[in-house]
């Protein structure tokens, strides 16, 4: 559980509040924290066998979070290229949706983890959370496009995120229990 936790720390961290963090920082992170994830959820596996339908999905982070890593320092990221073709433009925009679809991922994970982990205690405010982040997400993908207080909310869904981690040890962590 504690690698879960670490790994959503590593997920969650940010070096600026832009809505495409496109920085080699933040994929290395990401790659950290997934693995992280990955860990996490193979050690509860073993006596839940429900948690391991999310490996997969960990798995296809990984990877992304690799790949755009590697685009990154070599200086390729599709963000970056020159909109002077069509080929280059498609790859852009292709690019670009495969990093916001990486990047919602996030919350599809974790409310699958939520679903798959027995507890005792509520976890309604943890849920609430998740779909805030997701709402807040959405509206600063929104308002980039229209660059306006795409800053602004990014904040708030950084605040939100430490909410969720705090609230998260609190409900799995706190009391070293053990939820399978």
């Known amino acids: 559980m504690i690698n879960i936790f670490v790994g959503l720390i590593f997920v969650f961290f940010k070096t600026n509040l832009s809505f495409l963090d496109i920085g080699a920082t933040y994929y290395l992170t990401n790659i950290i ?106 509206l600063a993908g929104i308002s980039a496009y229209f660059n306006m207080l795409a800053t602004t909310i990014m904040g708030t869904l950084l605040l939100l995120e430490v909410l969720f981690l705090i609230s998260y040890y609190y409900v799995f962590l706190s009391k070293n229990e053990k939820y399978t």
């Open 33 to 138: 924290g997934y693995i992280s994830i990955l860990f996490g959820i193979i050690e509860l596996g073993r006596t839940n066998q429900r948690l391991l339908k999310v490996r997969p999905y960990v798995m296809i982070m990984i990877a992304h979070s690799f790949i755009f890593f590697l685009l990154n320092v070599t200086g390729n990221s599709p963000l970056t290229m020159a909109f002077s073709t069509s080929l280059a433009t498609i790859i852009a925009y292709g690019g670009l949706v495969f990093i916001v679809a990486g990047m919602f991922l996030i919350f599809a994970i974790i409310s699958e983890l939520l679903d798959d982990l027995n507890s005792k205690k509520n976890k309604e405010l943890l849920y609430n959370l998740i779909n805030i982040m997701m709402l807040l997400f959405i």
